[in-house]
């Protein structure tokens, strides 16, 4: 025990000397959390909307209200008004505008004989996210539109009450989780692969291994050192990312100890697989190489950025056999919705067990020799 | 019983033949050299004796413990100072020590102790707590040797400890090692292509050549056992080309050989042979481009049994040469 306890305190005073490696791993999903969290977490605002009527009449001048009103209190979009579809159409093509609604001929006719009186939105469909924002601003709109003036006191229409459980998740909220285990697939990346091998190349490795020290305390010793640096990023970004994230009480201690449970079991499981990868390598190109590879694919498939359910079959495999996933998961559930450790009991059941499996995989392909 | 016995002992890498079936004994106290050119075998040699290489064939003792059944205890009877320096350079010279006190498991109340002795022995008392980072390269390897002895082991294994360092550290170096073997009782094996180290410091000498032993014995015997007591190189324009034999013909000639227009004169009476071979040259209307006379060197030695002079091979890429790496201070 007290060899592999030489190896973790090596690890950490050259760590204390040169914290270069955590700053690194903090700072770059800090920088994630925050760009992210606030460039897709906000509403779509100010869309420019052509607006061709072709109707001119008393319903169609109705709509032009309500397109103003939009402009005025939700803001989504701005209506432009041409008087030639054509060139409307054009500045559509030419992305000056995002969307074209046509108010048809004879629309107000159709209004007032019940004829189905339709408008059209012409969408540029290559912008997912504003088309889809113009959808659902117009398809909230029509109701509106289409409602008695006066509305009668017993209606027989059914509606949807929606109850929330928990207060309102910005974007940066719900991106928190994933940034917590990149903070620590970072940290795992860069001690438990790069300056693993590094230090392998440079001969560090010889002094150990002529020295009485046991393949199993070489590989405890490799394993706990690493993680402890990943730990520290992790509890860096638990606290830092809370705030910064205005998660509500942010420092409670009963939810830091949970969650530095998670960040323990994150740790050991993304270290040994980061050792369990890099048993066999000695080229310091290698961990460089796989480390973009390896962050887009564990990463992206854990449901950090997007919910796994709209992934595909191929991918939803990844999910199921990523750490990540489990990590995500089990943070979300700590930091979104302030949950037990029974609601994470499974998430740390399969941390601990992917850990063990990756140690004995890395001990069994560890060779003892150069 | 010998601390080091070697017998047979081969390694294969593919099909590159590393060590080709090396048969040694290194008595207690000895320094024992290991002479020979990059890429002849010294160093796959010392990672076999040193339990990190396994051998492919042979067998080899050290410290009467085989070094693949009983590798542990290898490990615990020897100290081992491999070719790249690997002290951590973050940490202070007293911290790398510990370190390795730690990793041989020696007791607290020892480590404090070895470690100041050790730090006095290789003069780096004053840096003790100095980050390892702002030493030089002979105060990093003399570090490096404390650091092989700080579980006090019987056989201390250097490979080429001096390579790199200016010729003050050299000197520094085989100084404090002279002094350590006297002083720890050591049995040393250490590697090195300095001809001129080796003569002075080993008891006795194995030049390996090709991963064969060419040759094996103490400096001063090595020396008699060529031909001539000088050694006269000379190279010519416009040598005919029976040349050499007429050489091999003037007084005192023991050997001829020729290199690429070096020819290499061993003579039993360097002066009488020069001026016999500058009438000769004259008499033939050769020009003599240039001349050098010496006593018999080691370089001779090896050049003699090995065939050729200490030169450059090449070699498998080294993973340190890689532009990749992390730099560090």
Not at chain 1, 129 to 146: C, H, I, K, R, T
Not at chain 2, 85 to 107: H, R, W
Not at chain 2, 214 to 223: E, R, T, V
Request: net charge neutral.
């Amino acid at each position: 025990m007290h060899r592999i306890w030489a190896m973790i305190e090596r690890d950490l005073r050259r760590f204390r000397r040169s914290p270069v490696l955590v700053v690194v791993s903090i700072i770059m999903p800090l920088v994630q959390l925050v760009v992210l969290g606030y460039a897709f977490g906000g509403k779509i605002k100010n869309l420019q909307v052509g607006v061709v009527d072709e109707d001119h009449g008393v319903p169609a001048i109705k709509l032009h209200e309500m397109f103003q009103a939009v402009a005025a209190n939700a803001q989504t979009f701005t209506p432009i008004y041409y008087s030639d579809k054509a060139v409307a159409l054009t500045d559509l093509r030419n992305g000056k505008i995002s969307g074209m609604l046509d108010i048809p001929p004879e629309f107000s006719r159709k209004i007032l004989t019940g004829a189905n009186p339709r408008v059209a939105l012409v969408e540029d469909n290559t912008d997912q996210f504003a088309a889809s924002a113009l959808e659902g601003s117009l398809d909230g709109l029509l109701p509106a539109y289409n409602a008695p003036t006066v509305s009668p006191r017993l209606s027989a229409t059914a509606t949807l009450a929606i109850v929330e459980v928990y207060p309102y998740v910005p974007y940066i909220q719900f991106l928190l989780p994933g940034v917590i285990v990149l903070a620590i697939f970072i940290s795992a990346m860069i001690g438990g692969g790069i300056i693993f091998i590094d230090d392998k190349a440079r001969g560090l490795h010889e002094g150990y291994l002529v020295t009485p020290i046991s393949k199993f305390e070489l590989i405890c010793g490799f394993t706990l050192s690493g993680a402890a640096k990943a730990i520290i990023a992790g509890l860096v970004l638990i606290t830092v990312g809370s705030v910064i994230a205005g998660i509500p009480d942010p420092l409670n201690p009963l939810r830091l100890a949970r969650m530095f449970l998670l960040v323990v079991a994150t740790a050991m499981a993304l270290i040994s697989m980061m050792f369990l990868i890099m048993v066999r390598v000695n080229d310091p190109l290698v961990p460089r190489a796989v480390f973009g590879m390896l962050n887009t694919v564990l990463y992206f498939p854990s449901g950090a950025v997007y919910p796994t359910q709209s992934f595909p079959a191929w991918m939803k495999v990844i999910t199921v056999v990523d750490p990540f996933s489990y990590a995500v998961h089990g943070f979300k559930e700590l930091i979104l919705k302030n949950t037990g450790l029974m609601a994470i009991s499974g998430d740390l059941l399969f941390l601990c067990c992917f850990t063990a499996a990756a140690m004995t995989a890395a001990t069994l392909l560890f060779r003892r020799t150069l | 019983m010998f601390d080091v016995e070697v017998q047979n002992l081969t390694k294969r890498f593919g099909d590159f033949t590393a060590v080709d079936g090396l048969s040694f004994a290194v008595e207690h106290g000895e320094i024992f050299g290991l002479l020979g050119p990059n890429g002849a075998g010294k160093s796959t040699l010392i990672r076999m004796l040193t339990t990190l290489v396994p051998p492919t064939g042979g067998t080899a003792k050290v410290n009467g413990f085989d070094i693949v059944r009983q590798a542990n205890q290898v490990r615990q009877s020897i100290g081992v100072i491999p070719q790249a320096m690997t002290s951590d350079l973050e940490l202070s010279a007293v911290e790398n020590l510990s370190i390795f006190a730690k990793l041989y498991g020696i007791p607290r109340e020892r480590r404090k102790r070895v470690i100041g002795q050790l730090l006095a022995e290789v003069d780096l008392t004053q840096w003790a707590d100095k980050p390892v980072k702002m030493f030089s390269g002979g105060m990093r390897r003399r570090l490096e040797i404390a650091r092989g002895l700080v579980h006090e082991p019987k056989i201390f294994f250097l490979d080429e400890p001096t390579t790199g360092l200016d010729p003050v550290s050299r000197v520094a170096v085989w100084d404090m090692l002279a002094k350590l073997k006297h002083e720890r009782d050591l049995t040393i094996l250490v590697t090195t292509h300095y001809m001129d180290e080796a003569d002075k410091l080993c008891d006795r000498i194995a030049i390996i050549d090709h991963g064969k032993l060419a040759a094996l014995d103490s400096p001063l015997k090595l020396k008699a056992s060529i031909p001539g007591k000088n050694i006269l190189e000379v190279s010519f324009a416009g040598a005919p080309a029976d040349w050499a034999a007429r050489l091999g013909r003037l007084s005192d000639v023991a050997e001829v050989k020729n290199e690429e227009n070096i020819f290499r004169i061993s003579s039993n009476n360097g002066p009488r042979t020069t001026i016999e071979l500058l009438e000769a040259a004259r008499g033939a209307d050769v020009a003599i481009t240039s001349l050098s006379v010496q006593s018999t060197t080691l370089d001779d030695v090896f050049v003699h049994y090995t065939g050729h002079q200490l030169r450059d091979a090449l070699q498998a890429p080294n993973a340190t040469d890689s532009p990749f790496l992390m730099k560090r201070p």
